[in-house]
Structure formats: structure tokens, C-alpha cells
């Protein structure tokens, strides 16, 4: 799971991975509509496209 903090609330948000490789929290899941483009939550609809995010297993994730 990832924990992103929402910078309008200062809430945080925990967000799974999900099998259909998307971001999901909920039935809202991160989306963004143009490559480089702003991130935003969406519903879910399941389709891949713009909801469909890459798990790179390369990269170190550990805390500085």
C-alpha cells in the first residue's frame, strides 16, 4: 500500500495496488488524462488507459 497525503485536507490516503493495476483508495482511483498531465481521483472504471499504473520493481521504495 502507498500512503499519499492530500495537500487540500491534510488527510492521508492509503491506496492499493490492485490487480488490474491501478492506484485505488475506495472506489476512487488515481487518474490522469495526458502524459505529464495533473493527477487527480476518479471513480474507477476498470478499463486500464488512464487509471493503469506501472509497479517498477528496479527502484528502491526505502526511505532516505
Known amino acids: 500500500m502507498i500512503d499519499i497525503v492530500d495537500n487540500?485536507?491534510?488527510l492521508s490516503q492509503v491506496?492499493?495496488?490492485t490487480k488490474k493495476k491501478s492506484l485505488q483508495a475506495d472506489d476512487l482511483c488515481l487518474d490522469?488524462?495526458?502524459l505529464g498531465g495533473p493527477v487527480k481521483l476518479y471513480q474507477c472504471h476498470g478499463l486500464g488507459g488512464n487509471q493503469l499504473w506501472q509497479y517498477n520493481?528496479?527502484?528502491s521504495h526505502e526511505p532516505p
Do not use: P, W
Open 57 to 59: 520493481h528496479e527502484v
Open 32 to 34: 490522469v488524462s495526458s
Open 15 to 17: 491506496f492499493s495496488y
Open 8 to 10: 487540500c485536507m491534510c
